[in-house]
């Protein structure tokens, strides 16, 4: 089956448009097993997800242990739920073919996200797989994405800023219908003008949780024609939610809370958009 239409099944299935990053910090691990932590936060929230995002780094960063807990998660995450590797590769066209083979061959996961600064070489190994998602990072959450993301470049309609150049190549890179934006839900105007450059394109939207980006006007905003294409992420929100009360113990049951007030306000939304300007 294709990402996209994976992606699809679950969001219909679980009436949700929420993807849950899955981001072991382990001075926040409640239990003190990220493997087990985790696959207690997949098994409570399972039935409220469209996909799952692990960010590599925090895998990566306590070695073995992490690769065996990403492994873990893995293999706990139900077949039909995609699972999103967020790890922002981008490198020369051989070594991306390398990224792409470890990310799709070797790991099995339905999607990545991509770095586009080396250009459409370094982007095309990851396209080639036709049945994969590629999501380029094109307008970021973070408050340095102005830094760079902003710059004004030349084009054949005149000045645009950068992460529109993005876009625009992206759509181009788009050959097999697998390429996607990741577009942050804290600059909800630059998003709702993406969408209007990529009408039928697949958003990852993060910035809803810990780094406070307003969810209706990202909704709003990212939504496209059919009332979907969007995945709105939250991973410190939903996995540390016990934390957030104060509540140590209960973290899988608090992380099921958070993640079912998310998805409703998503769907809230989305129905409200639906539904049309109020008369």
């Known amino acids: 089956m294709r990402f996209r239409e994976k992606l699809n099944s679950a969001a219909q299935k679980n009436s949700s448009l929420l993807c849950v990053g899955l981001d072991p910090d382990p001075a926040r691990v409640a239990i003190g097993d990220a493997a087990s932590f985790l696959c207690a936060i997949v098994e409570a929230t399972s039935d409220l997800v469209c996909a799952y995002k692990p960010n590599l780094a925090f895998y990566e960063q306590m070695g073995e242990a992490g690769y065996a807990a990403l492994r873990a998660v893995m293999r706990a995450i139900p077949d039909h739920i995609p699972v999103l590797a967020d790890g922002k590769r981008g490198d020369i066209g051989h070594t991306a073919a390398a990224y792409a083979s470890a990310l799709f061959d070797e790991w099995g996961f339905d999607a990545a ?3 586009p600064y080396l250009g459409g070489d370094a982007v095309e190994p990851f396209v080639e797989y036709a ?45 097999r219908g697998n390429v996607g934006l990741v577009t942050g839900a804290t600059y909800p105007d630059e998003l709702g003008e993406l969408r209007q450059l990529c009408p039928e394109m697949p958003f990852l939207i993060p910035g809803v949780g810990a780094q406070a980006g307003d969810l209706a006007k990202a909704v709003r905003a990212g939504l496209d024609a059919d009332g979907g294409g969007i995945l709105v992420n939250a991973s410190r929100k939903v996995l540390y939610a016990s934390q957030e009360t104060g509540q140590g113990t209960g973290f899988a049951e608090a992380a099921r809370r958070e993640a079912l007030a998310i998805r409703d306000a998503i769907e809230a939304e989305r129905s409200a958009a639906r539904a049309g300007p109020a008369a």
């Open 131 to 175: 049945d994969r998602g590629i999501f380029i990072v094109c307008r970021t959450s973070n408050p340095g994405a102005r830094d760079l993301q902003d710059l004004s470049v030349s084009g054949s309609e005149g000045p645009r800023p950068l992460y529109q150049a993005v876009a625009e190549l992206a759509k181009q890179w788009n050959s």
């Open 113 to 115: 996200t991509v770095n």
